[in-house]
Nanobody, 128 residues
Framework: QVQLVESGGGLVQAGGSLRLSCAATGNILSINTMGWYRQAPGKQRELVAAVTRSGSLNYADSEYADSVKGRFTISRDNARNTVYLQMNSLNREDTAVYYC?????????????????WGQGTQVTVSA
């Protein structure tokens, strides 16, 4: 069974940094796009950043969270099936539950299936 296990959230003062990690476990053949979303109280879940298997960086465009550009960096380690989110210069508007997301391929009998998975979420709270 595939799981996305997140870690690294917590409480930090404004201007500080946090690094989130998300490891995919299970009988995994490959992982395509991996990304981080966030949901603040009373708001819709939004894309923060995503990275393809090749490692190309894809920051949110105007339809998504434009506010993290230049402050957040997404990266991945394919050998460890892990994606990271380095968050610098945090401000109170970054307070949210952060969710890991990934398109993961697993064996199914004689075929391969690809399913979009979500992590359980990790709370990031930025204080003044």
């Amino acid at each position: 069974q595939v799981q996305l296990v997140e870690s690294g959230g917590g409480l930090v003062q404004a201007g500080g940094s946090l690094r989130l990690s998300c490891a995919a476990t299970g009988n995994i053949l490959s992982i395509n796009t991996m990304g981080w979303y966030r949901q603040a109280p009373g708001k819709q879940r939004e894309l923060v950043a995503a990275v393809t298997r090749s490692g190309s960086l894809n920051y949110a465009d105007s339809e998504y969270a434009d506010s993290v550009k230049g402050r957040f960096t997404i990266s991945r380690d394919n050998a460890r099936n892990t994606v990271y989110l380095q968050m610098n210069s945090l401000n109170r508007e970054d307070t949210a539950v952060y969710y890991c997301n990934a398109d993961i391929s697993t064996p199914l009998l004689s075929t391969v299936r690809t399913i979009n998975y979500w992590g359980q979420g990790t709370q990031v709270t930025v204080s003044a």
